[in-house]
């Protein structure tokens, strides 16, 4: 979600973020003495669980705006991996770990670079350890989750780092309204994905009737939290269906 303009609160110091002591410690160790642009109006969002879109130069500091937001949400006493970034390449995945644990180098914290190219073996002794973070690309991070060697029970955050690069490969993607939903006419689309529930029922139906058209395969997804499963349940019962629950291996929908 992208507020507009008007609705982002700028903090200007550090401190004023409410972040832990021990957090603020590295951030200054690390050279920061005051927040860049960026910084000051996406830090404190993301850490009240807001879902941000943020977009900015390089060099801006957007790598430390979701590093320290992580950092800041993370419950330490519980060693699971409770944030996770993706990256399109191993070298920013890996950029990511060391920026990660330098801002946190106060908080004992343990972030861990799972990327293609390297040992599996390596991967899974580290994610057995125990890691807070986990810095990865698509692929190895898909395995090991896959092989149940990164459990994602205890994850809070999802950060999409460089989310034009990775949402652009080998696919074709059209985010849309519920416009799209009746009297747009797009084939050979093969999955639909619900970012909310529609507030009319009989839209349901007109969005995931897009996937799977003329005798083809077609599956829809479903982003369900709390306080949609009474909406969840409405459309359940008012097209005699059951909804499933995303199986672990998402390529058995396929």
Known sequence: M???????????????????????????????????????????????????????????????SFCISMLQILNIDILETQALVLSPTRELATQIQSVTMALGDYMNVKCHACVGGTNVGEDIRKLEQGQHIVSGTPGRVADMIRSRNLRTLKIKMLVLDEADELLNRNSRVLISTDVWARGIDVQQVSLV????????????????????RFGRKGVAINFVTSV??????????????????????IADLF
């Open 2 to 64: 992208h507020p507009p303009k008007s609705d982002l609160e700028v903090t200007p110091t550090f401190c004023g973020m409410c972040l832990k002591d021990s957090l603020l410690r590295g951030i200054y160790a690390y050279g920061y003495e005051s927040p860049s642009a960026i910084q000051s109006r996406v830090i404190v969002p993301i850490c009240k669980g807001r879902d941000t879109i943020a977009q900015a130069q390089s060099g801006t500091g957007k790598t430390a």
């Open 193 to 212: 994905i619900n970012y909310d529930l529609p507030d009319c029922r009989e839209n349901y139906i007109h969005r995931i009737g897009r996937s799977g």
């Open 228 to 249: 949609d499963i009474n909406i969840l349940r409405d459309i359940e019962l008012y097209y005699s269906v059951q909804i499933d629950e995303m199986p672990l291996n």
